[in-house]
């Protein structure tokens, strides 16, 4: 089964632009979680969707959005990039079967750069 | 709230030593823990986890035990190899909101020389 798919791998963006990443989950997992990991502020927790629908978010400005299609993939957009949005972009696929202690499946990051 | 520490190192050892890597937890509840390797230039993988007290999670000759009593579950292998130099990251998951949102502690960076 492939696992956790994630594109662009890299990219650099100047301050003021905005940016699309995209997710693919394993297939069949349901949830897609996004996280933010930088050196100073570690992996930061930045919203999960679930049947098309945001259930969680983190303590991120509104800058910061997402969506999930019905294939269950999703993308994240960044708008107005600041350069402390530099950062590694990870997603992560659960089944979110609801019976708890789901494990969360990581791709391998999005690194973007904002000059 | 939640919250996860873990010893940052960095954590430099020789091959074929035993490794400790200290996490302990903040939580209401009963979360479930897990222990993430992210090797350089890679994203996360799931090492082990384990979902109630007690439980002992193992992988690749790596094993942590849920502690409830100390709200710890640190991580151990026996005799480290070079190819486990890398990022080793403690993370609790509690249901917020109907979904599991993962925690993380700041990484503690092993490096294993031969």
């Known amino acids: 089964k492939a696992g956790v798919t994630q594109t662009p791998r890299y990219l650099i963006k100047t301050r003021g632009q905005q940016v699309t990443l995209s997710c693919s989950p394993i297939?069949?997992?349901?949830?897609v979680s996004w996280y933010q990991q930088t050196p100073g502020q570690g992996l930061q927790f930045l919203f999960e969707?679930?049947?098309?629908?945001?259930?969680n978010k983190g303590n991120f400005p509104g800058r910061f959005s997402g969506r999930q299609f019905s294939n269950s993939r999703s993308e994240m957009n960044v708008s107005t990039l600041e350069l402390g949005d530099s950062a590694l972009y990870l997603c992560?696929?659960?089944?979110?079967?609801?019976?708890?202690?789901?494990?969360?499946?990581f791709g391998p990051g999005t690194r973007l750069t904002v000059l | 709230g939640n919250s996860v520490t873990q010893m940052e190192g960095p954590v430099t050892l020789s091959e074929e030593a035993f490794l400790t890597i200290n996490c302990t937890y903040t939580a209401t509840g009963y979360p479930s823990l897990f222990w993430y390797v992210q090797y350089p230039g890679e994203g996360l993988q799931l090492l082990l986890k384990a979902t109630k007290a007690d439980d002992k999670g193992s992988n690749k000759g790596f094993e942590a035990t849920y502690r409830k009593e100390t709200t710890s579950f640190h991580l151990e292998k026996g005799s480290v190899q070079v190819s486990d130099s890398a990022v080793y990251f403690c993370?609790?998951?509690?249901?917020?909101?109907?979904?599991?949102?993962?925690?993380f502690g700041k990484g503690t960076k092993l490096t294993v020389n031969p």
């Open positions: 992560a696929s659960s089944l979110a079967s609801g019976a708890g202690a789901d494990t969360q499946y």
């Open positions: 969707y679930f049947s098309e629908t945001q259930r």
């Open positions: 993370a609790l998951s509690r249901l917020q909101g109907g979904s599991e949102k993962l925690v």
């Open positions: 297939s069949g997992h349901r949830s």
